[in-house]
Each structure stands twice: as C-alpha cells, then as structure tokens.
T-cell receptor, first 114, second 114 residues
Framework: AQTVTQSQPEMSVQEAETVTLSCTYD???????LFWYKQPPSRQMILVIR??????QNATENRFSVNFQKAAKSFSLKISDSQLGDTAMYFC???????????FGTGTRLTIIP | DTAVSQTPKYLVTQMGNDKSIKCEQN?????MYWYKQDSKKFLKIMFS???????INETVPNRFSPKSPDKAHLNLHINSLELGDSAVYFC?????????????FGPGTRLTVT
C-alpha cells in the first residue's frame, strides 16, 4: 500500500513571493513516480510537475521545481515568483511502476494574495 | 478541442434514482479512470479500464457499474442513488503504462443527491 501526506491544509503568500508545499509519502516499492497536480477554482485537474524516483536530479518546470529526497520520502513543491493564477488546491500523488493507481494526498489549498 | 469530456457537468437527482455519467477522450489513450472527490476534496480512484478491460476495481458499492464500449469511452452508471454519493466525479485517461505518464482529467461532474 502507498500513502501520501500533505501536512499543510492551507497556505497563503503574497504575489511574487516564493512558496514551498510539503509532501511526504510511503511506499514499499523502489520504482515509482511522483506528481504534483493543481486544481484551480475551475475544478480542472492539471499536471504541474512529475518526478521519476530513479532520477536523482530534481524536476523543474518553469517557475515550479521539486525537492525530492528519496531516503526521507519527501517530495516538496517550490513555486517561485508566485502569480494570482497559482491560486488552487495542490495535490501530491504517487504511482508505483506497473500499478495504474494514483494515490492522492489530501491537498494544500494555496492562495496568492495580490 | 476538448481532450477529456464528461456529460453532464452538473447532476441533481433524488435518492433512489438511477443515473449515468458519460466520459469520452480524444487523445488515443489506452487507459481510462473514474475518481470520486468528496466534499473535503479528497480524491480516490474507483475504477480503471485498459483497452476496454477492467484493471482496477477499488472497494466501491455494487451500485456503481462502469462500462467501456470502446477505449475512447468510459461511462459510470449508478443505481439507487444515496445521499453519500454526492460528490464530484472525475474521468481521466493516460497512455500505457499509465503509471509513468500524466493523467488527463475531465472537467468533473458534480452530483448532488437530495
């Protein structure tokens, strides 16, 4: 079984600042994938960033980057130069290789303040 | 062009009724999913189909029955609706092996049972 824990139910930050969302997970597998999905008020789920567990290099996608600590089973998301459009629920998720199931965390509601 | 579409987007019905939600994807993906998001925003997988075959069937009441007429469509039929079925239901699709690729989500169907 795999679990994902997001310990920050809500966060808020001023526009243009940097914010980090925390995520820890647990899995017995060695080969897995981690994702951050974003759900804005429109309700549409959108992939933000993806990390393969076998890669040591942290994934980056424009203003979004992750800090992947495999030994600690930690996968935090950093948003730089935050924008109003970043306001959303953010879900940390895990998928074991060969298992089609995504397990979601409980989400962090991020509000960007103008 | 809409990648993953769901109909209807909103559904209000009374307890005891039977209803269906339809999902279609035009991405050519092999795998499709149904997720349930409860009032606390928690997302949980219900079913997954790969090339019209059921591959994931989580602990879901028998009143829920998925059906995949072809790999581009995955419908969800719910019998004898209960108050606890009120939620947002998301359809998603991905390439195979799905665990390594992002899932593309539909806009969701908000089901309200009165």
């Amino acid at each position: 079984a795999q679990t994902v824990t997001q310990s920050q139910p809500e966060m808020s930050v001023q526009e243009a600042e940097t914010v980090t969302l925390s995520c820890t997970y647990d899995t017995s597998e060695n080969n897995y994938y981690l994702f951050w999905y974003k759900q804005p008020p429109s309700r549409q789920m959108i992939l933000v960033i993806r990390q393969e567990a076998y890669k040591q290099q942290n994934a980056t996608e424009n203003r979004f980057s992750v800090n992947f600590q495999k030994a600690a089973k930690s996968f935090s998301l950093k948003i730089s130069d935050s924008q109003l459009g970043d306001t959303a629920m953010y879900f940390c998720t895990i998928s074991n290789f060969g298992n089609e199931k995504l397990t979601f965390g409980t989400g962090t509601r991020l509000t960007i303040i103008p | 062009d809409t990648a993953v579409s769901q109909t209807p987007k909103y559904l209000v019905t009374q307890m005891g009724n039977d209803k269906s939600i339809k999902c279609e994807q035009n991405l050519g993906h092999d795998t499709m999913y149904w997720y349930k998001q409860d009032s606390k925003k928690f997302l949980k997988i219900m079913f997954s189909y790969n090339n019209k075959e059921l591959i994931i069937n989580e602990t879901v009441p028998n009143r829920f029955s998925p059906k995949s007429p072809d790999k581009a469509h995955l419908n969800l039929h719910i019998n004898s609706l209960e108050l606890g079925d009120s939620a947002v239901y998301f359809c998603a699709s991905s390439q195979a092996p799905p665990s390594t690729y992002e899932q593309y989500f539909g806009p969701g169907t908000r089901l309200t049972v009165t």
